[in-house]
């Protein structure tokens, strides 16, 4: 009875507001990855045997993180954000590839203002080592397929068909054979 008692007497529990940003861009990225890979194969109507993975490399990960600074302190003028990008060390590579810039403002803006906020608290990121982890037993489940995972930069990289230079922070390129 006085256990009874005591449970009654006590506060309900309080809800954290803490949010698990990594666990979330994780799935995030992980259902994008399955859901291209699905559309991809509906189009093409192929049996895979192989599916290639590739992450963008560092430069791209840099811009995007600039960008999306950029976009959240409300600059999303294409023009001034790639003068921005040029005018910083670090990322002043970017203009021999606009075309990634203007992919990336657009993704950036297709996604949710809370997911944007997630993304920019976490830099470190590492797209290919959760892919390469997490992915590879779903793909061999969903699609009976082997997975392999390289990084854009990656010199021994598996890439007939140049896929690999397509790569975007949070869109990685697919290569289906």
Same mark, same amino acid.
Do not use: C
């Given at each position: 009875?006085?256990?009874?008692?005591?449970?009654?007497?006590?506060?309900?529990?309080?809800?954290?507001?803490?949010?698990?940003?990594?666990?979330?861009?994780?799935?995030?990225?992980?259902?994008?990855?399955?859901?291209?890979?699905?559309?991809?194969?509906?189009?093409?109507?192929?049996?895979?045997? #192989?599916?290639?993975?590739?992450?963008?490399?560092?430069? #791209?990960?840099?811009?995007?993180?600039?960008?999306?600074? !950029?976009?959240?302190?409300?600059?999303?003028?294409?023009?001034?954000?790639?003068?921005?990008?040029?005018?910083?060390?670090?990322?002043?590579?970017?203009? #021999?590839?606009?075309?990634?810039?203007?992919?990336?403002?657009?993704?950036?803006?297709?996604?949710?203002?809370?997911?944007?906020?997630?993304?920019?608290?976490?830099?470190?990121?590492?797209?290919?080592?959760?892919?390469?982890?997490?992915?590879?037993?779903?793909?061999?489940?969903?699609? =009976?397929?082997?997975?392999?995972?390289?990084?854009?930069?990656?010199?021994? #990289?598996?890439?007939?068909? =140049?896929?690999?230079?397509?790569?975007?922070?949070? !869109?990685?390129?697919?290569?289906?054979?």
């Amino acid at each position: 009875m006085a256990t009874q008692e005591w449970f009654q007497r006590q506060a309900w529990p309080q809800v954290s507001e803490k949010i698990d940003g990594y666990a979330i861009q994780s799935e995030e990225l992980l259902k994008s990855i399955i859901g291209d890979i699905a559309n991809i194969l509906k189009v093409t109507k192929i049996a895979p045997q #192989k599916i290639t993975i590739y992450t963008a490399d560092s430069l #791209k990960a840099k811009a995007y993180h600039f960008v999306l600074d !950029k976009i959240m302190s409300g600059q999303t003028n294409m023009g001034i954000i790639m003068k921005d990008l040029i005018a910083n060390k670090e990322t002043e590579e970017i203009k #021999k590839n606009p075309d990634f810039v203007q992919r990336t403002i657009k993704d950036i803006l297709s996604e949710s203002t809370d997911l944007r906020k997630i993304k920019l608290e976490i830099l470190d990121f590492d797209e290919k080592k959760l892919i390469a982890s997490e992915l590879s037993g779903l793909i061999r489940a969903d699609f =009976n397929v082997e997975m392999q995972v390289f990084s854009e930069s990656d010199p021994a #990289k598996y890439d007939p068909k =140049n896929k690999s230079k397509t790569a975007r922070p949070f !869109k990685p390129a697919i290569l289906i054979e």
